[in-house]
Each structure stands twice: as C-alpha cells, then as structure tokens.
C-alpha cells in the first residue's frame, strides 16, 4: 500500500516540480477534488460533533462513527448521479452526507428532533434522505442488500439509467442475505455496485478469523461477476474503481462486488473497550489518514495550495457547528403523534 | 384461462379460488405496468399450487419472474422494488418458508415508513400457501399468520372464498402499505361465485356468514368453512350460530365481532394457528377489556392448533387442528355453561 509522504520537507522539496500524478488523481478536476475534500471533512466533523454530543449527554442511545473511512464514502459515490440510488449501514453518517444529505437535518434526526430527517423517529441509524437517492441507512447487518436487489430490479423494469450503490460491511459479507443478493443481482445484471466497506473488524471478529478468503472481493468469482479490492483510504483510487463499477452497471453489465480496504479509527459503538486491537495497529492506521493522505497529495502535487485546503476544513467547520445549533433548537416530536406513520394512506 | 363454470340455479360465474387469485393478479397486471409477480417456480412451473398457471405466458418473463430459492433476498427485493415505484407481488411457496425471510418483512417491510418518519410506503403483497391437511408434515403446514398480526406496519388477511381471494388480493396490490394473504392450501380448489370485473373487498372488514341468535362463532379461512359445516347441524339441534369470517386479522374489525357477541351473548374462536399465544387470545381480551364483557351468558371459549408440531400421520394431523367435530362439540358445550 503506498503512502504519501506526510513530512512537510518533503512535501516542501518536491514543490519545485511535481512528480507526474497518478492516473486516479489526474483523472479527478479540482472542483471535484474540492468538493470531495469539503464532504471528506464535513462527515470528520459531523462525527466528532456527534461523538462529543454523546459524552456531554446531549443525546441519548448509541452511535457508529465512520472516523477514518471518509474516502470510502464519498471516493465510491464521487460518480453517482443526483439521481442514483444508495442504501447504507448502521455506521452511516458517511454515506448520507456523501450522497449530499444536509448535515443539519441528519444531526437534528441523531437530536430524536421533528426536523430530522425522519421526524425523530429513525435516529443514527436510520437516517434516509429520499430527495437524494438515499433509501435510508439500516440497523441489520447486510439488511439493505437484498433491497438493492429490488431497486435494481425497479431501475429495470421502469427502464431507468440509474444506478443502485448498497454499502455494507466486512461482517454483512458472511450473512446469508450478501449470498442471496449478489447472486440475484449477478443472473438478472442488475445495475446494482455492491460497495463493501472492509475495515476490518465486525464489531470486534477480525475479518481474518471470520472468513477463509483474502478479500471479501475474491467472492465475485462465485456469482460469475467483477470483484475488486482497493485501498479504502485513498479517495482517488477508490473513486477510480467505483467510476469502473458504476460505468458498468449503468451500461446494463450487471453488478460489481467493490471492496475498500479501510479502518475505523474509533469504536464500534459507544460500548467498545478496544480490547480486539491493539494502540499500536490504531496508531498505524492513523498514519494513514484519508483525509491527511489527500491533502499531502494535493499540496504535493500543486493541485491545491495548502491555504485553500485550510478554508475548506474551517468552512465544514463552520456548517456543522451551525447545523449543531439548528439541531439543539429545533423542537421534540410530540407523542400525540407516536403511531402517525405506521401505516401509510 | 380459468376454467368457467356456471351454476345452473343462479346463473352465477364460479371460479376455484386458486382460479380467482389468478384472474385477480392478471387483471392487476393488466391494469397497471407497475405490478409484477415473482417467486420460486412461479414461471414455467405455474407455482407449486397451480396458482399463478398461464400468467407467465400472457405477461412475459419480466414480469412474471422465477426466482432462485432465495426466500430472504426475494423478500427484501420485494422491498427494494416498492420503495422505488414498483407492485410486487411475491409468492413465498409455502408460508412456513417465510421463517427465512422474517428479517426482510419483519425489519424492513413493516418499519420502513414509520422509520424514515412517513416519508417511504412499501406496497408490497406477499402471497403466502399455508395451513395444514395435506400430509405435508411440520414444515410445510403451519399457520404463521398470527406472527405477523403482531407486527405493527403489516396489514394480514385470510381469505376463506373465492370472491374474497380475488377481492382483497387487488386491494392488497392498491395498499400503500406491506400486505400478506395467507392463502389455504385446502381452499384452492373450492369453488364459488366471484365477479369477472376487477373488483376490491374492504381490508379490515370482517363478513357476517351466516346470521344467528345463540352464539358468536369468529375464525377466519378454512375454519369459517368448518364454522358454517358445524353450524347447519347445529341448527338442527336448535342452536342457531352466528358465523364471523374475519378476513383481516390486523387490522383486525373488533366492532363487527363486539356486535355479535353483544347479540349472542357466547363467543367461540376458532383458528387454525396454535392455540397458545394466539389470536383467539388477543380477541378474547379485547372482549373481556370491553363493555360487551358484560353481555356474555358463558365463559369465551377457543379452539386453536394443539401445542404441537403439525404431525404426518392423517389421524394425528387433522387431531392437531379444530376440525368440523371439535368445532361442533365446542359449541354444544359452549351452549350448556353460564358465565358465574
């Protein structure tokens, strides 16, 4: 796996003239860089403001914070249309704002507020945003695969362009559900990319102790479809990758088993003692960064000038200190209405 | 084609309710692109019931659509299909395989709307062949549908004529919400009268099947079948039963039951699902939490499925379920108590 020089000298030294960038890079224009970096920064800081919001007690229940998989999130969903569909995980904050959710309404949700995105009835793990594409994150691990199998069967059978991207987990990989689906999805070619964010851990089963196989990828082979693995960390070439299975899907030739190799720098949930990992393995994790990676390569590159990158961070920032106020003020649900959406019409 | 035949008495059009869900879900498909049927040997095999019959070859593979054995991926297709626009109709070959499916219907189905705070409907229908008296033994004869009447987002009928197979499946396919019909397995070739147009019964409307003085008999499926059986010998004993077909056990129509049992004043349950934990129990309490508690001349009584496994011995099958006999000695000492 490479990893950029973080070192400032010599990031200094090779200002003078940049090394010739990588494919995955040069392939992505700078707004798009920008605009990937602010979204890369937006759920950092969507997820920290959570996670202090949970140890000052201002919220209640738990949460799955998505430190340190940035570039999965918003490098596989650099692609997708307005249009497109995505359904996420229990550790999904990430995809939501990735697929343009506004950070303001997903916190007032995480709040239990009636302007979150689900009234306050869904919270963190729940959040759908459908003006987006997003059919909602998912409490069940591999609960969202098989309704992709649906959407893509939907996206079919109305003759649609679109595109269905389900996320799911290294641990969403040995249930029953992923076999089910990436089989369904493979006979029918449904415009379906299966994105598997691979961080290692189900809760705390290393991936290694719970499958005989590499990678979660090399399964492709047995649904007769394209499987690959990429390092999860590096936004380019995930964002690379998934144009390749995006492309694909909406050209009518069927699914992608897409795996980012990634890490989650903070726990499980809020229960997690760390007692699986050791400091060290965190720590050497931390080197690699997403965001940090990016940023060096950038300035490195001379893509974007290291004071810009500074604007953008302070400007999500700013956004979800701002959307921490909108979800602090906003108001509760009123039980009154406790049973108003079980049912529809 | 349904095969017609016409009753000579009455001139009216009869159809086997096997023929009945078939018409109905052909002319759902007919009237609206939106809706397709999908589920395993549903295709070229016309479905493990003779169920779905022609419909492959008058609509096509892409929308009568054979499936891998795949009950859990099939249910959250159904799922995925409804949220993004489209009327699925899954068949779950035999209602006991839906235990495999339980996450799909029970997780997502049924929360779905009420998670993303009322802004998804999933208006899927699953079709699911269950009960017993085929010999099938115990995975292939249960009656499950009181799991799923628990669950709050899920709408559950139980169809027990022809007329109402095809008449609450297309209001089922018109529901914005999650619908299971548990069809019985004894019923698809029993024959009635049922209307070519496309016509809808009310979900959640119980049905008066007979009109009586002396005791409230309240099932649902074939057991309203064996209720109307007991009921003419009944007659002749001079008991006269009033016969409750529910039709829809959530929700549930408890005004059309607290009607009747005010009248009658005795109140017999009768379901093919095991006894305990049942819904004879949940329709006894709200009676008894009611002010019609007070209009009962003799303690509730149910009859449900033994607390047993269904067996594949005959004897011990049909000992396993209320059949026409129970149903009638039930009642006769239904009719010799008084409540204290």
Redesign the interface.
């Known amino acids: 796996m490479q990893i950029p020089a973080a070192d400032s000298a010599t990031a200094a030294a090779v200002r003078e003239k940049p090394a010739p960038q990588r494919g995955e890079l040069s392939a992505l224009d700078d707004a798009t860089l920008r605009a990937a970096l602010r979204r890369m920064h937006l759920i950092r800081k969507f997820e920290e403001v959570a996670e202090q919001s949970y140890m000052r007690g201002l919220v209640h229940g738990t949460m799955h914070l998505s430190i340190g998989q940035e570039a999965s999130a918003v490098g596989s969903t650099l692609h997708l249309r307005p249009d497109d569909?995505i359904?996420s995980t229990h550790r999904g904050h990430g995809h939501c704002i990735a697929k343009g959710a506004d950070p303001a309404r997903m916190l007032a949700e995480f709040f239990g507020k009636e302007t979150?995105?689900?009234?306050?009835?869904?919270g963190s793990m729940?959040i759908?945003d459908?003006t987006t594409g997003n059919?909602?994150a998912?409490?069940?691990v591999a609960?969202g695969?098989?309704?992709?199998?649906?959407?893509?069967?939907?996206?079919k059978?109305?003759k649609q362009s679109r595109v269905?991207m389900v996320f799911f987990g290294d641990g969403a990989a040995n249930e029953?559900?992923f076999h089910?689906?990436l089989?369904?999805a493979a006979?029918w070619k449904l415009p379906v990319v299966f994105l598997c964010e691979n961080n290692k851990y189900g809760m705390s089963m290393d991936i290694a102790n719970a499958m005989a196989v590499a990678n979660v990828a090399d399964r492709a082979s047995a649904y007769g479809t394209r499987g690959i693995t990429v390092d999860g960390n590096d936004l380019p070439a995930v964002a690379a990758a998934a144009k390749i299975a995006i492309d694909q899907a909406r050209q009518g030739d069927g699914p992608t088993l897409l795996e980012c190799k990634t890490y989650r720098l903070r726990g499980h949930s809020k229960s997690d003692r760390n007692l699986y990992r050791t400091k060290d393995e965190i720590e050497a994790w931390r080197q690699r960064d997403p965001i940090r990676r990016l940023q060096d390569e950038l300035v490195a590159q001379q893509r974007i000038e290291a004071r810009e990158l500074a604007a953008i961070e302070q400007g999500a920032q700013h956004e979800i200190e701002e959307a921490l106020e909108f979800a602090k003020s906003s108001a509760d649900p009123d039980p009154a209405q406790l049973?108003?959406?079980?049912?529809?019409? | 084609m349904p095969a017609e035949v016409i009753t000579q008495e009455a001139g009216v059009r009869q159809l086997s309710y096997a023929e009945a869900i078939r018409e109905g879900l052909g002319q759902a498909m007919e009237a609206d692109p939106r809706v397709?049927l999908f589920g395993e040997d549903v295709g070229v095999y016309g479905g493990a019931f003779g169920v779905s019959g022609d419909l492959l070859r008058r609509f096509g593979p892409?929308r009568v659509i054979d499936?891998?054995i795949?009950e859990?991926?099939?249910?959250?297709?159904?799922?995925?299909?409804?949220?993004?626009?489209?009327r699925?109709v899954l068949e779950i070959q035999f209602s006991d395989f839906v235990t495999l499916a339980m996450?799909?219907i029970v997780?997502?189905a049924a929360k779905?709307?009420?998670?993303?705070?009322?802004?998804?409907?999933v208006?899927m229908v699953v079709r699911l062949p269950g009960g017993s008296g085929t010999g099938a033994a115990a995975q292939h004869s249960q009656s499950l549908e009181a799991w799923f009447a628990h669950v709050?987002?899920l709408?559950v009928l139980q169809p027990s004529t022809p007329h109402d197979a095809k008449g609450l499946l297309l209001a089922a396919i018109d529901?914005?919400?999650p619908v299971l019909i548990f069809e019985h397995k004894l019923l698809y070739k029993t024959k009635g009268p049922v209307p070519a147009e496309a016509y809808r019964e009310p979900i959640g409307k119980a049905v008066v099947r007979r009109s009586g003085r002396d005791i409230t008999i309240v099932g649902a499926s074939i057991m309203t079948l064996r209720a109307a059986a007991a009921a003419e010998k009944l007659a002749g004993e001079g008991i006269d039963t009033e016969i409750i077909d529910l039709r829809s056990l959530r929700p549930i129509d408890f005004a059309t039951i607290a009607q009747s049992v005010r009248k009658t004043g005795r109140l017999l349950i009768v379901y093919e699902g095991v006894k305990t934990m049942g819904i004879g129990a949940e329709i006894a309490a709200m009676i008894a939490e009611s002010d019609v508690f007070g209009a009962l001349v003799a303690p509730i009584a149910r009859l449900g499925g033994a607390d047993s496994p269904i067996p594949y011995n005959p004897a011990l099958e049909k000992a396993s379920v209320p059949q026409e006999d129970d149903i009638l000695a039930a009642a006769r000492r239904l009719m010799h108590k008084r409540k204290r």
């Open positions: 569909y359904l979150g995105y689900c009234r306050g009835r869904g729940h759908a459908l059919l909602g998912n409490g069940i609960g695969l098989p309704i992709a199998v649906g959407v893509g069967m939907s996206i059978a109305q269905c029953g559900a089910e689906s089989n369904m006979i049973t108003r959406d079980v049912y529809a019409g | 397709f892409e499936t891998p795949s859990l991926g099939l249910a959250g297709a159904a799922v995925g299909a409804a949220l993004t626009g489209m699925p996450e799909q997780n997502q779905i709307r009420f998670m993303f705070g009322g802004k998804a409907s208006p709050p987002g709408k529901d914005p919400n």
